[in-house]
């Protein structure tokens, strides 16, 4: 019986977490998003959604293999991991980027921790076999309920912001804002 019940948490476990950083899957994170969105709903209070893009892992993986590149996608969600609380929600998007739901708190009360998070992952480098490896982020903010009714609709603005920091050169926060997409 003993050895059943460890073998269900674990298939529960690999159910609801990426196996490569640890942090929550996406069908994970909506779930208690949800939960999330519902309590900010019923009690007017406000979340910020950030996303979060490696801009260095084509050229990592092209360079250095897709071992450096796993190990890439590591290293950033243990940055990730190490400058958010622990009442907030982090999942793996995909690939190389990642969704942050800071909870009971605006983008203006979190832009300084998603500038820590880029900062650091720039002036940090990892270690990969007999080299250390750097690459930097590309972040954007926004909130929910200034810059969207839920959470898909914030975190599409959150990725609008993200890809406008792809473009303004990369290693930067970008905040959405009602008429246009600040650069922090």
Do not use: W
């Amino acid at each position: 019986a003993g050895e059943t019940e460890t073998a269900r948490r674990e298939v529960e476990r690999l159910s609801l977490t990426d196996d490569v950083t640890g942090m929550h899957n996406m069908r994970n994170f909506f779930q208690l998003s949800d939960a999330q969105e519902k309590l900010a709903k019923r009690y007017g209070r406000s979340f910020a959604i950030c996303m979060i893009d490696a801009d260095g892992l084509k050229e990592i993986n092209d360079r250095h293999g897709h071992l450096a590149g796993t190990e890439l996608i590591r290293q950033v969600a243990n940055m990730i991991t190490a400058n958010i609380r622990s009442s907030d929600t982090c999942a793996r998007y995909g690939g190389d980027e990642f969704v942050i739901m800071f909870n009971e708190t605006g983008k203006e009360g979190v832009a300084a921790t998603v500038e820590r998070i880029v900062t650091a992952m720039a002036t940090t480098p990892f270690p990969f076999g007999s080299e250390y490896l750097t690459t930097t982020l590309s972040a954007g903010l926004a909130e929910f309920p200034g810059d969207g009714d839920d959470v898909k609709s914030v975190m599409a603005n959150a990725d609008e912001a993200m890809y406008i920091s792809k473009r303004s050169g990369k290693n930067r926060l970008s905040i959405y804002g009602e008429n246009n997409v600040q650069t922090a």
